[in-house]
């Protein structure tokens, strides 16, 4: 009876440890990668140092820089795969780790995982100059909008624009833009940044002025900031583009504020992180 509870007790700790120590090592390792690439030429199961042209490891044969995505060996040297031009860093960090345990945890699969792998792999395409540049770039901004980086991916549109202004996507580039940067003055709305969050609502209808989104919105803060004049100006066009928009014509009813609100608050400095041990002393 005992001896049954204490085999339950420790196959969970068993599970949890292992789960734990997994993501902790995939996670620390992949934040060490420039101090990883420093092994680069040392067996991971072995501790050989191998040559950079060296594909396996020459005394215990372990795949020294195998490609998990697509199954090239590469040799030790490289950063990128040869095949699928995915960064290597991560397959070489999982590799260590069991395959089991791996799938079983769904390591370096997670929807999230899989988007920070395109546009590790864009990036590169883009940095070598392989590839066409003006699709690599619209793809990074689809990226970005899968992964809501607001800031990041209005900044590849206006890349996109700068350097393809003639492209046939340059049309949708740009409605793109002006969606991110609508995207990204709602975050600032949120924290209470009326400034910032009016500014890039403005910026949004710049680079689209037939979103009567952004204009409602650029409206709405005007009123919340004491400018009457600004925000009525602003409805107006929301109306303009679209007469059915309701929130622009129940905006427009409502008196600005009489003054502007106070700056939020500075957020508090965060504590330093403290270190959680891995196994608790005696
Ligand atoms: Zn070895
Ligand atoms: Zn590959």
Redesign the pocket.
Known sequence: MVIKKGLTISQGVTVSQIRSIAILSLGALLLLVPAAQAFQNVCPACRTQADPEDVVCRKCLWLLNH?L??G?TNPVSANF?S??D?ALAPSRVLATIAPEVRAKLKLGASPRALLERDLTRLQHLLDVGRGNPEELLFQMGLTLKKMEFAAREAGVWADFLARFPDSPKAEEARKMRADALFRWGFLFYQQGELDAAAERFQQATETDPRNDTAWTWLGRVRLTLADGPGAKAALQQALAINPANRSARSLMGVKPAAQRPPPPPAPEPEPAPVPSPLYSQP
Do not use: A, D, S, W
Request: aromatic share 0%.
């Open positions: 490609c995505i697509c090239t795969c095949n699928c995915n």
